[in-house]
């Protein structure tokens, strides 16, 4: 099989030295270009700025944030910066948060979102002679097109096999050979019960080798389950429409953080509360501002995603610099009896337990003016049911093993395989009824 390095060694492996010369110059323009647009002419207007009063990277903190609500606010054609004779796309995010917001896309910025994600595929091993099968959403959500672009520009036979129908996905793994995935952790854990049902052991009957799982936070735990029932390296995916949407950040082939792709996007690390930023290693939130966009630059956005900045070089050289895995958004965060806690530091206890399946949930009930919280558990097929003993101190491991990570004690419900509502979107892993009875 042909393996193609790096995609463009020449943006990929320059110093660092020169990725901020690059970055600098970048900058410039698009705040250049930024001053184009309706909305950004008036909040820059509004703080007395004017484009020359920006003259490299270190007056970025001069510039103000830019939020969901300041592209909720300007819908649909606020942030333009060329006319719409010039626009070949569009995207809504997919408004797991409330409202949706768009996304607009020139010829040349579909290159160049094309070109970023080529990066992603070959800096993982992937190349021409793969089958790679896009189970992403189509249409709207950007995981689909995104990924499917980059992959036919690499030179990747691809499936757009689109999201659900999970027996045909496997079918069709089965019939062309599948090699490599891309599919939200959610549904990859959901297809491990299909291929049990289906009596398809990935490992001897399929041909997988390379997975790709993003769109959504998952632990460390989740990506050692799916590497081993399938038998596949796993990569982290992160993006956001925002942010043209897959090939903002991703893993190389050590698996050892994403690395973000800095001469199109400028990150920043900053203290939620303060807005500040906070030092390399420490979490806090994502701000990324485009660098090579033309039809709808954004500044400093704020994405709401926590993460840290990996201090270090990556053995593979790339002077790009990694971010941890995203622990999840600053609003997916709940309290609980004064405990602050986020989905996927329960996730990481369940899924290291053998007895628990693919699928879980926490709800939050308010019951005599106690918070009480509930994991819903769907257990694998192992677990006999029937067996009330058991099944009773299975209970009583899990809360004990929850307890002790997250000094809460959670009421635990076991469901049966494929017991709890799972779609094929992102999965909803937090319902919070409290204040709502
Ligand atoms: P929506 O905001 O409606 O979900 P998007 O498709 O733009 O629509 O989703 C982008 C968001 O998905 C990111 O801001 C982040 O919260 C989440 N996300 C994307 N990739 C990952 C990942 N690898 N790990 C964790 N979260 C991710
Ligand atoms: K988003
Ligand atoms: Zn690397």
């Excluded at 337990?353 to 919280?373: A, C, F, K």
């Excluded at 067996?387 to 009773?392: F, G, K, S, V």
Aim: net charge neutral; hydrophobic share 35%.
């Amino acid at each position: 099989m042909a393996q193609i390095k790096a995609w463009n060694p020449e943006r990929e492996f320059l110093t660092r030295d020169e990725l901020i010369n690059l970055q600098e110059e970048r900058f410039l323009k698009t705040v250049a270009r930024a001053w184009e647009s309706p909305f950004y002419r008036k909040k820059f207007s509004e703080l007395g700025l004017s484009p020359s009063d920006i003259k490299g990277l270190s007056d970025l903190s001069r510039l103000p944030f830019t939020t969901k609500d300041d592209l909720r606010s300007a819908y649909p054609y606020g942030f333009l910066t060329v006319s719409r004779d010039r626009l070949v796309r569009l995207h809504v995010s997919s408004g797991t948060t409330g409202r949706a917001t768009a996304v607009f896309y020139t010829r040349r910025d579909i290159d160049s979102w094309a070109e970023l994600m080529a990066r992603c595929f070959c800096m993982t091993g992937a190349g021409p002679g793969d089958v790679f099968q896009n189970m992403s959403g189509y249409g709207l959500f950007t995981g689909g097109l995104g990924f499917h672009y980059g992959a036919e520009k690499v030179g990747i036979l691809t499936i757009p096999s689109g999201a659900g129908n999970s027996k045909r996905q496997i079918q069709l793994m089965k019939d062309f050979g599948t090699t490599v995935i891309h599919v939200i952790p959610s549904y990859a854990l959901r297809l491990m019960d299909v291929c049990q049902e289906m009596g398809v052991n990935p490992r001897e009957d399929l041909n997988l080798r390379i997975g790709y799982l993003g769109a959504e936070p998952y632990s460390e735990e989740v990506r050692q389950r799916v590497q081993n029932f399938y038998g596949i390296r796993v990569y982290n995916s992160y993006g956001l429409s925002e942010m043209n949407g897959p090939g903002v950040a991703f893993e190389c082939l050590y698996q050892s953080g994403l690395h973000l792709w800095e001469d199109a996007y400028l990150m920043e690390v900053i203290d939620p509360d303060t807005l500040e930023p906070v030092p390399d290693g420490t979490i806090g939130e994502l701000v990324l501002t485009t660098l090579d966009r033309e039809g709808m630059p954004l500044i400093r956005y704020r994405t709401r995603d926590l993460t840290r900045i990996i201090p270090g070089q990556c053995p593979c050289g790339r002077p790009h610099r990694r971010i941890d895995r995203i622990q999840g958004r600053s609003d997916d965060m709940f309290i609980i009896k004064g405990v602050n806690i986020f989905p996927i530091q329960v996730e990481q206890v369940l899924m290291a337990i053998p007895e628990v399946g693919s699928n879980y949930r926490i709800v939050l009930t308010r019951e005599d003016n106690l918070d009480q919280m509930t994991v819903q558990v769907e257990v694998t097929d192992r677990v006999f049911i029937e067996d009330m003993r058991h099944l009773h101190k299975l209970r009583e491991k899990i809360a004990k093993e929850l307890k002790s990570e997250l000094l809460v004690t959670p009421r635990v419900e076991l469901v049966e395989p494929n017991g709890l509502p799972g779609g094929e979107g992102k999965a909803v892993r937090l319902i919070d009824l409290r204040g709502k009875s």
